[in-house]
């Protein structure tokens, strides 16, 4: 993304939010629904418009789960690794994923189509192995089902 579309993003947020400091979470909120992640220079603006410290925004983006600092996939992929899913064969089922996208489990694909992801029980253990794909609960996978779900996205 050009620097200058970045700093009109971040010029917006910190407007919506008149500068308020109070509100980075906010601020940051919308910088990452804008771009779908925080790139660097757009942490660095954050901090310059609204007087705090750069530190101060890197911890307030790490800190929360829902920040992220690297570019994500238009799908997130959860692979439940919770003891349930496991003793069905989860770790497999998670291989294969990462077979086929050419991935590993926290990283994003290069056309950043989907970011793989590992979780720990989402409460839906009778129909395990579960692979969560965005909104969608995806149960009883198997090794060889893995390719079929994965072309359900665009
Ligand atoms: S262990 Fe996977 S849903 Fe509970």
């Known amino acids: ?8 993003i971040v010029k917006q947020a910190l407007q919506k939010h008149q500068h308020d400091k109070s509100l980075l979470v906010d601020v940051l909120q919308d910088i990452q629904a804008e771009v779908g992640y925080l790139p660097q220079e757009m942490l660095e603006e954050t901090g310059r418009g609204l007087g705090v410290p750069v530190s101060r925004v ?13 570019p994500r996939g238009r799908h997130l992929i959860n692979v439940c690794l919770g003891t ?15 077979k086929e996208l050419k991935i ?22 009778a129909l395990g192995p579960m692979v969560i794909v965005g909104e969608d609960y995806h149960g009883e ?14």
């Open 1 to 8: 993304m050009a620097v200058k579309k970045q700093q009109e």
């Open 58 to 70: 890197y911890s307030v983006a790490t800190f929360f789960k829902a920040f992220s600092l690297k």
């Open 84 to 98: 349930a899913c496991h003793v069905r064969g989860s770790d497999k089922v998670l291989a294969e994923i990462e």
């Open 104 to 125: 590993k489990a926290g990283q994003t694909t290069k056309d950043l189509k989907f970011t793989l992801e590992t979780v720990n029980c989402v409460g839906a253990c």
């Open 141 to 154: 996978m198997t090794p060889e089902g893995v390719a079929s779900v994965l072309q359900q996205y665009k």
